[in-house]
Nanobody, 116 residues
């Protein structure tokens, strides 16, 4: 069982920056990945960025060049540094932990609203 707690969401003006954090706890071993997904209003949940315990990253087209995902394996934390935010980035952001050969877990989400 893995528990994920996100933090850092809030209201931010367009063009500004925001950093989200996710702390994982529970049974974590072997190879795993952590990721940030988001669900914009009225839309489906989509992958924003992911990173493996080995450091391999994947970014969505909208995130590439603006967002940076980082992982701290010793602390089982993952962060998402977001810059140049636009209203299109408004969404509930979810942290995901996937254990290779095991299960996938989700956090409760943290809301990000980009508006002037």
């Amino acid at each position: 069982q893995v528990q994920l707690v996100e933090s850092g969401g809030g209201l931010v003006q367009p063009g500004r920056s925001l950093t989200l954090s996710c702390v994982a706890s529970g049974t974590i071993s072997g190879f795993y990945s952590m990721a940030w997904y988001r669900r914009p209003p009225g839309e489906q949940r989509e992958l924003v960025a992911s990173i493996t315990s080995g450091g391999h990253t994947i970014y969505s087209d909208s995130a590439k060049g603006r967002f940076t995902i980082n992982i701290d394996n010793s602390k089982y934390t993952v962060s998402l540094q977001m810059t140049s935010l636009t209203p299109e980035d408004t969404a509930v952001y979810y942290c995901n932990h996937y254990q290779v050969g095991g299960d996938s877990y989700w956090g409760q989400g943290t809301a990000v609203t980009v508006s002037s």
